[in-house]
């Protein structure tokens, strides 16, 4: 029921890889939060406020700890562009906390940790022929 973002501050910056994005103050603020991202391209100059909501990709208000701070996980993230992190409070909650943000590449499945559980060894496959 209280869609504004109060008392705000926001992060730019510009994604160093494809993948997810990760905004997080869980456990480390003293206020209840939210927690928007917006994705502004690759041309600074270009940027609008006027059309933040044109920008505007994902937001969360809560994770699991008491005082309702908030974590944000985006996929989906592009190498060079740039964006922006907004946090603020819920229904002018405000305070002071840890804002953790990064960009981690997509999984490789080739890491054994996305193999298949429960194959011991090396598992050959063969194919006869490709169609």
Known sequence: ??????????????????????ASNCYTGTF????AAYNIGTNLAAFDPQKLPDYFMA??????DPIYTSELSVT?????????????????AS???????????????CDPANLINGVAGVTTVTVDSLR
């Open 59 to 64: 937001c969360n208000e809560d994770c699991s």
């Open 76 to 92: 989906g993230m592009v190498a060079g562009n740039y964006y922006l992190v907004r946090l603020g409070g819920y229904q002018g």
């Open 32 to 35: 209840d939060s939210k927690i």
């Open 95 to 109: 305070g002071t906390g840890t804002i953790r943000i990064s960009v981690a590449p997509p999984p490789n499945p």
């Open 1 to 22: 029921g209280d869609t504004p973002v109060h008392k705000d501050v926001w992060y730019r910056f510009q994604a160093p890889t494809n993948g997810t994005l990760l």
